[in-house]
């Protein structure tokens, strides 16, 4: 009797594994359930998969299944592969990370003051983007021609903001210098190199086997994505991949197939205050204390998140086309191997409660301010309403995913918050 009793408790020690992996997949199940979640989703760690699986569907018409094969666009995952393309080319000696702008396109605004350093770290000064353009059909010459006119934002090195005209104008730079089309460098130097085979550059004209088709909200619904000009939308954006060629891709980072050792050094080394290294960001707010070289992606129904917890060997990827929030999704899926409590998607509900209280709640906690005006309460500004599911708990108005309680000291002052984000709990304290 004590030798079955062994045998039926020891599974759950034996296989631990097991234990996070069902976590991870019943988290998954609510966000279909609550949020419709429509991807793929793939959680690595050591070599071991702990989740792959796809949902939702490729096609909303013919009702065709995502599959774990099945490729999205990556949005702006895609700086990671043109930062590689031209640390490929300096590792070649055929450009310097000093070099300006001006030795590529002497024709551009302030190209004298602009470095190959600058465009990688997101410290060149130029602007965010150009969505208008991107969504036009106007040629690629006229596009340059547009965004040339957008004014930069600061100074280039004086400080550091996200751009993706930067990396247009690096995917421009690549052409120069190979004297190849964007796509066809990155195929042959390395997506061949590194056997993803399941990924490429999008372009307007091409039939790509197994790719998803992509959606977003308006107010009724689900629509089909706008028209995007591939010819012009690249650099900062335009590869599609799958997530295992992404996992490939991760495993491959930790040698130097593709990249040198130097390269790397460089390319996940933070070069300013918001740790922006070339094509990632290190070590960002969400990273659970642990090392992580990462990047999102967003543009209209694509959503994706790329994150590699470097010390622990932990890779999660997580891939949309019904714009489902990727980075939060991943958050929650990382937070669960860590082994964070973290609570499920559910469905939340206005409840009427007693706005007097409202008063006790105001004040700053960590990074968040909570302000009481005209009897609502609202989140760091008036624009994002919190609504009350009972006295003490509140959800965003702009993300119900994202949820405020407010918690009572031992004399009955309200004087801290669990601030919780895809189910990750954080105590903030005044």
Request: aromatic share 12%.
């Amino acid at each position: 009797m004590k030798f079955i009793l062994f045998i039926i408790l020891c599974p759950a020690l034996v296989f631990g594994q097991q234990s996070t992996s069902a976590k991870l997949a019943r988290y998954m199940q609510a966000q279909v359930a609550i949020h419709q979640f429509s991807g793929t989703v793939l959680v690595q760690k050591k070599g071991t998969v702990l989740l792959k699986k796809a949902y939702g569907q490729a096609d909303y018409e013919w009702h065709i299944p995502n599959t774990v094969d099945t490729k999205f666009q990556l949005a702006s995952v895609t700086k990671q592969f043109t930062a590689t393309a031209i640390l490929q080319l300096v590792d070649r000696g055929q450009l310097s990370l000093d070099d300006k702008l001006s030795r590529f396109f002497p024709d551009y605004p302030k190209a004298d003051s602009v470095s190959i350093h600058q465009l990688l770290s997101h410290s060149s000064g130029l602007a965010m983007g150009f969505k208008e353009i991107a969504l036009s059909s106007i040629s690629s010459d006229s596009a340059y021609a547009a965004i040339k006119k957008i004014p930069y934002e600061f100074s280039p090195g004086s400080q550091s903001a996200y751009s993706n005209i930067g990396y247009y104008l690096l995917a421009k730079i690549i052409e120069k210098v190979s004297g190849e089309p964007y796509a066809v460098f990155l195929k042959k130097n390395i997506l061949e190199k590194a056997g993803m085979n399941n990924t490429g550059v999008s372009n307007n004209d091409s039939i790509v086997s197994k790719k998803a088709k992509v959606y977003y909200r308006d107010a009724h619904g689900f629509i089909h994505n706008p028209y995007i000009n591939w010819q012009i939308n690249v650099g900062h954006d335009g590869v599609y991949s799958t997530v295992e060629d992404l996992a490939r891709w991760d495993s491959l980072l930790y040698g130097t197939t593709i990249l040198s050792a130097e390269m790397k050094k460089k390319m996940f080394t933070p070069h300013n205050a918001e740790n922006w290294g070339y094509g990632f960001i290190i070590n960002p707010f969400y990273n659970h204390g642990h090392q992580l070289i990462a990047h999102d992606g967003g543009f209209f129904g694509t959503m994706s998140s790329f994150n590699r917890f470097t010390d622990d060997k932990l890779f999660v990827t997580v891939l949309s086309n019904n714009e489902s929030l990727a980075h939060m999704i991943a958050y929650g899926l990382s937070a669960i191997v860590f082994g964070k409590e973290v609570e499920l998607p559910y469905r939340h509900h206005r409840a009427p409660v007693d706005s007097t209280l409202y008063k006790h709640y105001v004040g700053q906690y960590g990074q968040v301010q909570i302000i009481h005006r005209d009897g609502k309460l609202y989140y760091n500004n008036t624009e994002t309403e919190l609504i009350p599911e009972s006295d003490t708990k509140f959800f965003r108005s702009d993300d119900n995913d994202r949820t405020i309680e407010f918690i009572r000291d031992k004399t009955g002052v309200f004087n801290s918050i669990i601030l919780t984000k895809a189910g990750v709990k954080e105590i903030l304290r005044k």
